[in-house]
């Protein structure tokens, strides 16, 4: 398996940070994009942050727009999500892959947000 291994999550009450880490196992020129999802209890897996590998543009699903920061540190093949005012719905597991060529699908990173 070549897979991405996240990490960074916990437990953190409403309105607290947290800061997600993504290791990409390798460089791919193929790679677009490397994207940030998350999958809430009982929903799919959804898009959360973007983030394009030649000009590092950003982008966010609204409701995280303001409170996400999706970034890279290209020398260490590894990708963050920073996470402020945090709120309970925002509890999930936490993935990352590249776009449009995903690496096989990591363990996920739990983050719970209590009130």
């Known amino acids: 398996q070549v897979q991405v291994v996240e990490s960074g999550g916990g437990v953190v009450q409403a309105g607290g940070s947290l800061r997600l880490s993504c290791v990409v196992p390798r460089s791919d020129r193929r790679i677009q994009a490397m994207a940030w999802y998350r999958r809430a209890p009982g929903k799919q897996r959804g898009l959360v942050a973007t983030l394009i590998t030649d000009d590092g543009e950003t982008g966010y699903a609204d409701s995280e727009k303001g409170r996400f920061i999706i970034s890279r540190d290209s020398a260490k093949k590894t990708v963050y999500l920073q996470m402020n005012s945090l709120k309970p719905e925002d509890t999930a597991v936490y993935y990352c892959?590249?776009?449009?060529?995903?690496?096989?699908w990591g363990q996920g990173t739990q983050v719970t947000v209590s009130s």
């Open positions: 892959n590249a776009v449009p060529y995903p690496f096989d």
